[in-house]
């Protein structure tokens, strides 16, 4: 089952992103939530399509498996800011179709899991700190995704910077599970912990894009310091994920 609707709800993330970023300002809820969604979906249907080419590259390959998992928690993650801010019908059922699937499809995988030893060769060192940094990051997430939803519930924050943070408890909960997973080596743990870093590389790249070109679209100064930052970050998914490639088998 998950042969078909896998690839089927990765496509209907692909036309998603490139169908809400053609709409016009007036489609979504504001001017504000238009600047920052219209890049974004612009960036989300180069991967998309970066992934369903990757698809055809790897086919076989197992380090694919992966892939697959994170790109899943990267449709997740993005659909739901499109679900409220867009107020076109059809990008509002493609998102509700594209999470809701994309969400199946990722516990289907987990309860038939084929790989879930692929780590288990992993000292306990190697699993503490892996573990650690999705604990530690998806605590930061959910403390701050917290702050910014009671910030906008008292008019402090903006309807787009309070849908990321739902987004970001979301994935962080799911860091979480398989996080302590990994070091109890459970299945859940084993099978997500590179997908979860290549999720989360995927964000981070995607965000530095997204402060670079944003200015270009609102006409405003590029904030170098919130690069340099967001790029340190990231250095703490990039090089995990580039190691536990490494230890990959096949």
Not at 5 to 12: R, T
Not at 197 to 221: E, H, R, T
Not at 224 to 240: D, K, Q, R, S
Request: glycine share 6%.
């Amino acid at each position: 089952m998950t042969k078909i609707a896998e690839p089927v709800v990765q496509l209907l993330f692909l036309i998603l992103s490139i169908f809400a970023a053609v709409l016009p300002a007036g489609a979504y809820v504001n001017y504000e939530a238009w600047t920052s969604l219209f890049l974004t979906n612009v960036i989300n249907g180069f991967i998309a399509g970066l992934y369903l080419f990757s698809r055809f590259i790897l086919r076989k390959k197992t380090t694919l498996e992966k892939l697959q998992r994170a790109m899943l928690l990267f449709i997740i993650y993005s659909c739901l800011p499109v679900f409220v801010i867009v107020s076109n019908p059809v990008a509002r059922i493609l998102s509700i179709i594209c999470f809701a699937g994309a969400f199946a499809v990722f516990i289907l995988k987990n309860i038939d899991s084929r790989d879930a030893e692929s780590f288990s060769e992993l000292k306990i060192r190697g699993r503490v700190l892996f573990s650690i940094l999705l604990l530690l990051f998806g605590l930061g997430f959910l403390v701050r995704g917290a702050n910014v939803i009671y910030q906008y519930a008292v008019g402090m924050s903006t309807i787009t910077d309070m849908l990321v943070s739902i987004s970001d408890i979301i994935i962080s909960i799911i860091w979480w599970v398989v996080g302590v997973g990994l070091i109890r080596k459970k299945a859940f743990g084993e099978s997500n912990v590179l997908p979860c870093y290549l999720q989360a590389s995927l964000l981070f790249i995607g965000l530095i894009v997204f402060l670079v070109l944003n200015p270009l679209v609102i006409d405003a100064a590029i904030d170098f310091e919130a690069v340099i930052v967001i790029a340190v970050m990231g250095l703490f998914f990039f090089v995990p994920t580039i190691i536990l490639l490494r230890n990959k088998k096949g």
